[in-house]
């Protein structure tokens, strides 16, 4: 069966300051991962996708498979990146349906 | 606006009744999703429908039933036989069931007393 962990629920760090949230997850086959944003009093969105290999609001994600995680970084992140995140993934080419994390609420302080 | 719209944004109703939460899209999506939130606990699927006419039960489907009559529409009904039904409730839809960017609605907070 495949799961998403996201072992830290809650996550703070000061303005400029590096961040990384982490995801592990399991599936045996090859997956497609996601992380996905939810801006206070916002919707849910996909910020990016490992398959696309982009930085989006200056966060990157790689996927190691060595380590079946997925782990999302900012080197210097901002006020605005204050929110909840969610990792997500789906069996490649298989069913779309996503498999999310429990989120990780993000706070930047100023 | 294009996009998803959930209504209503909060809706409250006495145990043992059944109530309907709306899901309409305007991205001419094939594919659309019923999630549940909690807290903690992340989103969980509760049904997915492929194509109009079609859909399939999720990982909490019970307690729960929905319909695809018209490619736009995706209502969700929370039955009396849903033990815990107070929750946050998101719609999403993409493209194709095989297109996996997900696109959410603003959320129906169900409240029950």
């Known amino acids: 069966a495949q799961r998403v962990t996201q072992p830290e629920k809650l996550l703070s760090v000061f303005k400029g300051a590096p961040v990384e949230l982490k995801c592990n997850y399991s599936y045996s086959g090859s997956p497609e991962l996601f992380w996905y944003v939810q801006y206070s009093r916002q919707r849910l969105q996909l910020l990016l996708r490992h398959i696309s290999r982009e930085s989006i609001k200056g966060f990157t994600a790689d996927l190691n498979k060595g380590e079946t995680s997925f782990h999302l970084k900012k080197p210097f992140a901002q006020e605005e990146d204050s929110a909840m995140y969610y990792c997500?993934?789906?069996?490649?080419?298989?069913?779309?349906?996503?498999?999310f994390g429990r989120g990780t609420q993000l706070t930047v302080w100023p | 606006d294009g996009g998803i719209t959930q209504s209503p944004k909060y809706l409250f109703r006495k145990e043992g009744q059944n109530v309907t939460l709306s899901c309409e899209q305007n991205l001419n999506h094939d594919a659309m999703y019923w999630y549940r939130q909690d807290p903690g606990q992340g989103l969980r699927l509760i049904y997915y429908s492929q194509i109009v006419n079609d859909f399939q039960k999720g990982d909490i489907a019970e307690g729960y039933s929905v319909s695809r009559e018209k490619k736009e529409s995706f209502p969700l009904t929370v039955t009396s036989a849903q033990k815990n039904p107070t929750a946050f409730y998101l719609c999403?839809?993409?493209?194709?069931?095989?297109?996996?960017?997900?696109?959410f609605g603003q959320g129906t907070r169900l409240t029950v007393v």
């Open positions: 997500a993934l789906t069996r490649g080419s298989t069913l779309g349906r996503l498999y």
């Open positions: 999403a839809s993409s493209r194709t069931v095989w297109n996996t960017e997900a696109f």
